[in-house]
T-cell receptor, first 115, second 113 residues
Framework: AQSVTQLDSHVSVSEGTPVLLRCNYS??????LFWYVQHPNKGLQLLLK??????LVKGINGFEAEFKKSETSFHLTKPSAHMSDAAEYFC?????????????FGTGTRLLVSP | DGGITQSPKYLFRKEGQNVTLSCEQN?????MYWYRQDPGQGLRLIYY???????QKGDIAEGYSVSREKKESFPLTVTSAQKNPTAFYLC????????????FGQGTRLTVV
């Protein structure tokens, strides 16, 4: 079965330092992968998606992720954290089931940014 | 503005009562979804619909019901059979097909006392 594992439940960084949020996937074929962000008590917003084109995917707000098939990873990075990046981040894999796209969510990583 | 509207934002109900959560979208999307979010568990799929008058159970459908009488609307009823209904509920929509972005509403926080 396809799934994603987010390796850290919480990540703390200082403003201006790099961000790394880790995600590993399991899949029997080349998956489609997404990163979504959720600010407190809000809905989710798409940051970026990988769909078997370029392995380095650029998203909104300076985030990017690299698909590494050999490591089955899709880690999310940002060179310099901003206070507004504090939120929960979800790694998501897309499954196709009888023509329907089902999204399977990781358990989330809460990013804390200190001044 | 195009988007998904969930109402109400906060909802309190007594144990044993049914309650209906509203979800409306004006994005002209065919597919709509309901997810439940609990701390530390990510999002879990309750029900989804790909077309009007048709819907399918997701991973945790027990104790919930839905309808899809209009393309724009996909209300969720939390019934008294749902053993642990207190949670954050998120509605989403997308176009049909692979690798498509899901657009989410702002969520409804349901508390059952």
């Amino acid at each position: 079965a396809q799934s994603v594992t987010q390796l850290d439940s919480h990540v703390s960084v200082s403003e201006g330092t790099p961000v790394l949020l880790r995600c590993n996937y399991s899949s029997s074929y080349s998956p489609s992968l997404f990163w979504y962000v959720q600010h407190p008590n809000k809905g989710l917003q798409l940051l970026l998606k990988y769909t078997s084109a370029a392995t380095l995917v650029k998203g909104i707000n300076g985030f990017e992720a690299e698909f590494k098939k050999s490591e089955t990873s899709f880690h999310l990075t940002k060179p310099s954290a901003h206070m507004s990046d504090a939120a929960e981040y979800f790694c998501v894999v897309s499954l196709m089931n009888t023509g329907f796209q089902k999204l399977v969510f990781g358990t989330g990583t809460r990013l804390l940014v200190s001044p | 503005d195009g988007g998904i509207t969930q109402s109400p934002k906060y909802l309190f109900r007594k144990e044993g009562q049914n309650v209906t959560l509203s979800c409306e979208q004006n994005l002209n999307h065919d597919a709509m979804y309901w997810y439940r979010q609990d701390p530390g568990q990510g999002l879990r799929l309750i029900y989804y619909s790909q077309i009007v008058n048709d819907f399918q159970k997701g991973d945790i459908a027990e104790g919930y019901s839905v309808s899809r009488e209009k393309k724009e609307s996909f209300p969720l009823t939390v019934t008294s059979a749902q053993k642990n209904p207190t949670a954050f509920y998120l509605c989403a929509s997308s176009i049909l097909g692979v690798n498509t972005e899901a657009f989410f509403g702002q969520g409804t926080r349901l508390t059952v006392v």
